[in-house]
């Protein structure tokens, strides 16, 4: 892999490139292998030894990274085949092995949301032990009202219709 963990050497880069700190990273790096033994039954290296190609990542350190580096960074596969030494293809199916580990090792740790719910009421027992609830809303979609005055309030005003010059 180009790049590599060693190429880190302050935590303002740590951070930068994985959205944690050494320890922090170090301290998800156990559960990351606990859970890759648990998935495959077999660690990285012992994985990759019955390839008869040569691996680009190496250990489950290098996986981690590989993957963190991938969600902070938000490169196409292509891009970050590139700048990990690797083709687009290859990328892809090494994020998606990295995500399907990370995701069983936060689960394991008990650090995911709850993502599905039968019905508003158990969404609501959810969330009633919440103080604070922060939505984002910027992006949705509404209904233009039919009404002008309706119409002129919801209005940005950014979208100005074109005249040509007297």
Known sequence: MKLKI?????????????????????QLLVLFTASYLRLYGKSVAER???LEVTPSLTSEAELLFFTLFSLKAGLTYDLLGLVCGLDAANAK??????????????????????????????????????????FD?????????????AQKENYSGKKKATRPKP
């Open 48 to 50: 990759q030894a019955e």
């Open 137 to 149: 809303g910027t992006e949705q979609r509404t209904q233009r009202p039919n009404n002008d005055a």
């Open 6 to 26: 060693s190429d880190l050497k302050t935590e303002r880069q740590w951070r930068a490139a994985t959205g944690f700190d050494q320890a922090r990273f170090e």
């Open 93 to 134: 199916r090494n994020q998606e092995l990295g995500l399907r580990v990370l995701e069983q090792a936060l689960a394991t740790a008990g650090c995911l949301p709850k993502r599905a719910f039968k019905d508003a009421a158990e969404f609501a027992e959810y969330l009633a032990k919440e103080k604070t609830l922060i």
